[in-house]
């Protein structure tokens, strides 16, 4: 069954106050999926996931989502869907019992009692229910706004940055629970910033000033991007950066904890050029695997921003 | 304590103020608007002295005398003969319609028993529901006496010319004999009150889901506009009928209001009206951008509704644009509707004509407010 396409579309567009923010988008995401969505802030991962649910409408482009058309049966497609809002959309003068019950009700949840109970129990959250969910902390909100878009079985998860701001404990929990959903066969889009997520996805996507830049999983992504990355220990590596940077070779030049990493697209001139920097006394030069975050930053300096076009 | 105070810190304040205001166009419309418009409404549209009130004549004796006095009634500006009559039962409905605000009726024999010196009554019914709009009138009617009939009392009838007066003027205030403006201002109440609070608390409803950022949750869910719409609104009718019946309540115990007609066909009408209030409401709040756009709103369709509907001042004082336009508003009707209920005791029939405009409203408010809404955050 994997080679069914849950989300299967082409050429989105989306246009606002004259600027291209999603421009000639398309993906296929198959069934039991955990399709990474990444790209930095303003790239138009929101929009894009609002045009997939029905709730913005493409200029242009056509797809599927569940196998229905995503501009005339939005109706259908939301249904199935369960959608996690960037922003905490969930009512604050609600307590968190009756905000589960609303979204219960809304989908007209079978034996819901027993569901929202389940969904609090699951959350922990059972002893504190009457709580209005207003006065949960940031990261307590994202996590009863994923228990609400669980409610209703949906077969496809959207969720736009679902762990900003929730710690790691609860972000590893949230995350196993996304792959045990993902293996009884539900198909999860989540956007995020968090490369140690980015990893956790089965595919990714990365987006930059609203055109899709790659597909594939991280290992596809990270050779795809012919970078050769050393990393570099030693005295003063702010001042050690500085002189890299300027060096034509050297495409980038990354802090990255007590370490640089430096990377070329040109294996052979990157190594020449290094040659009288590893001279350095006390610096140690060790080949690195280019990380994602590398390649992403990669991407995004390469970019054409066509919004200051 | 040192006084402590930075000019500077100020300053950015007022900068951030100013943005702020010339940001939000709408509140800054209002703040020129508001002010024109209670200029045009006070200056030009109220008048708390109305004059040339609909008047119809019953006339069952068509004499020199009796159309003399007819004449000098009109001629003190306060009276202006739409009508005439010619039953008695045809008097009764037409104050009850409102149609008019007096009924003269002239006796049978009426130049007879002038002649004959007997003093033959001249009866005057007014609608005194709002005593404020006939006071005046009665007022001036009352100063209308001999001396208008003097001119045809000549020849033998000279010595009628004299005291006492020929005939008696009666005035008979129908549905509110006392004159007590608490009959008129507190079922009025209700619609006002309904009115304020309907149309707030449905403007605030919607827009109030746009700017805490709950409308996104809720357009990603199968729920329809129309679902939205009805469940949104069905618990206002409901706070709509608390209103009433603590009005209701207050106006008997407290102020004797009478009530005459039936209180179930109220509350049939009361439906309406609510609805009507409910359905403007509810474009505002899909036109506004934020909960204060829509409170400005409100109080934008408040505002005339007071002023114009005859709450405050008499509708018929008002000149002929100003009342085109209160007849558009459903509490004009309503007030109509409400008075003759209660004080008139008015049924079916005579409700008839001021619900259907409510109607004719609440059609024209309920399309608008739902291709308004939008199913998408386009
Ligand atoms: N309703 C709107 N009107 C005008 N511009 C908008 C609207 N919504 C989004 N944009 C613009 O579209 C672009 C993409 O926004 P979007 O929210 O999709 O980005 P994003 O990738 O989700 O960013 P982030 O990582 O910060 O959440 C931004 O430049 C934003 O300013
Ligand atoms: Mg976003």
Partial sequence: MSDVAVIDVEGLTKTFGGRRVVDDFGIRVERGQIFGFLGPNGSGKTTTIRMLCGLLTPDSGRGTCLGHDIIRESALIKRQVGYMTQRFSLYEDLSIRENLDFIARIYAVPNREHAVGEALDRLGLTKRSAQLAGHLSGGWKQRLALAACLLHDPKLLLLDEPTAGVDPNARREFWNHIHRLAADGITVLVSTHYMDEAERCHRLAYIAYGKLLITGTAAEVIAHSKLTTWSVSGPDLFGLAAELRSVPAITMVVPFGSTLHVSGTDAPALDAALGHFRARPGTVWTPAEPSLEDVFIRMMDEAPDNFNA | ?378
């Fill in chain 2, 1 to 378: 304590m040192r006084f402590n105070f930075s000019p500077a810190r100020c300053w950015a304040v007022l900068t951030k103020e100013f943005v702020q205001m010339r940001r939000d166009r709408l509140t800054f419309a209002m703040m020129v608007g508001v002010p024109i418009m209670q200029l045009i409404l006070f200056g030009f549209a109220i008048n708390s002295d109305p004059k040339a009130l609909p008047t119809a004549v019953l006339a069952a004796d068509n004499s020199i005398y009796a159309r003399t006095l007819v004449r000098a009634i009109e001629n003190s500006g306060y009276f202006r003969v739409v009508q005439e009559l010619t039953s008695e039962a045809e008097a009764d409905r037409a104050l009850a319609m409102g149609s008019v605000q007096f009924v003269i009726t002239i006796p049978e024999n009426f130049a007879r028993k002038l002649e004959r010196g007997e003093r033959p009554v001249l009866l005057v019914e007014a609608d005194a529901t709002d005593p404020a709009a006939t006071s005046n009138a009665i007022a001036a009617l009352l100063t209308i006496n001999q001396a208008a009939l003097n001119r045809d009392l000549q020849g033998v009838l000279q010595g009628l010319q004299y005291q006492p007066p020929a005939f008696e003027m009666r005035v008979q205030r129908r549905y509110n004999p006392e004159g007590i403006t608490q009959y008129n201002i507190v079922p009025g109440l209700i619609g006002v009150v309904l009115t304020m609070t309907m149309v707030m608390m449905t403007s605030l409803a919607v827009t109030r889901e746009y700017e805490r950022g709950t409308m996104e949750n809720l357009l990603a869910t199968p729920v329809r506009p129309i679902e939205v719409m009805a469940g949104k609104i069905v618990p206002y009718i409901i706070v709509g009928y608390i209103q009433v019946s603590v009005i209701l309540l207050a106006a008997k115990l407290l102020f004797a209001v009478p009530m005459l007609g039936s209180l179930a066909l109220l509350s049939f009408v009361l439906i309406l009206f609510i609805a009507a209030n409910l359905a403007i409401g509810y474009t505002f709040s899909t036109l506004a951008k934020s909960q204060m756009q829509a409170m400005q709103m409100t109080f934008f369709f408040f505002l005339p509704s007071m002023l114009l509907s005859g709450f405050m001042f008499p509708f018929r004082g008002m000149p002929q644009w100003a009342q085109w336009l209160g007849e558009i508003l459903p509490l004009t009707h309503f007030l109509r509707i409400v008075r003759g209920i209660l004080l008139k005791g008015n049924g079916m029939a005579e409700v008839f004509q001021n619900a259907w405009p409510i109607g004719l409203f609440l059609l024209i408010a309920g399309t608008l407010a739902l291709t308004r809404y939008r199913e998408t955050l386009d």
